[in-house]
């Protein structure tokens, strides 16, 4: 399942094997332009430095707050106004349209507002769906404290630990394995 937010929380990239190296990926306009065109959204490339700094709080407020749930807090209504006035700067709704005769019709998003307003407006209502009651507890952040990548469980369980068994998965286990391995000498 492909998340909107998700995706732009997982822009702050970190090497998850441990060198501690870190991209901010909203300052590099090729992975904004292909951001864009995945979730069908218009702004102007290149970013303007006022929308760059935006989006950059704008993930970092996210970012707390989904550490907070995820961590089993509840969120006060405060904590929740800024994600409420980003929402309420580009409103938007839905509007059926004919799309063709073997796919019948579509849903598209319609607004007043344009450009990165309403990009941010779109990334909101994206994390607001996020922390409804039927997802929440599906959202997770990967135990690998060097990865941290935010991801969406959908295992039956809900009991992933790792945004991708095979790569941090594997890496904690090895490196568990190991310390066990000194403390055994």
């Known amino acids: 399942m492909d998340w909107l937010c998700i995706d732009f929380l997982n822009s702050d990239w ?12 909203l300052a590099k306009q090729e992975w904004l332009e292909r951001f ?25 407020y996210m970012r707390g707050l989904l550490e907070q749930v995820v ?10 106004e800024e994600l409420n006035q980003t929402l309420a700067k ?13 796919s019948g019709y579509q849903q598209e998003m319609v ?15 994206s994390f607001a769906e996020l922390l409804l009651p039927a997802h929440v507890q599906r959202v997770k952040i990967c135990d690998n404290e060097d990865c941290r990548w935010v991801f969406y469980d959908e295992s039956r369980n809900r009991v992933r ?20 391995q000194k403390e055994k000498k």
């Open 14 to 25: 970190r090497d998850s094997r441990g060198s501690g190296r870190r991209e901010n990926r």
């Open 36 to 60: 864009l065109r995945r979730y069908d959204l218009h702004a102007p490339l290149p970013i303007d430095e006022a929308s760059a700094a935006a989006l950059l709080h704008m993930r970092e």
């Open 71 to 80: 961590r089993g807090e509840v969120l006060r209504q405060e904590d929740l």
């Open 90 to 102: 580009a409103p938007f709704y839905v509007r059926v349209i004919t799309a063709d005769k073997e």
């Open 111 to 125: 607004s007043t507002a344009s450009g990165w307003e309403l990009v941010m407006a779109r990334i909101a209502a």
């Open 161 to 180: 630990r790792w945004c991708d068994d095979k790569m941090c998965g594997n890496l904690m286990k090895v490196r568990r394995f190991r310390e066990r």
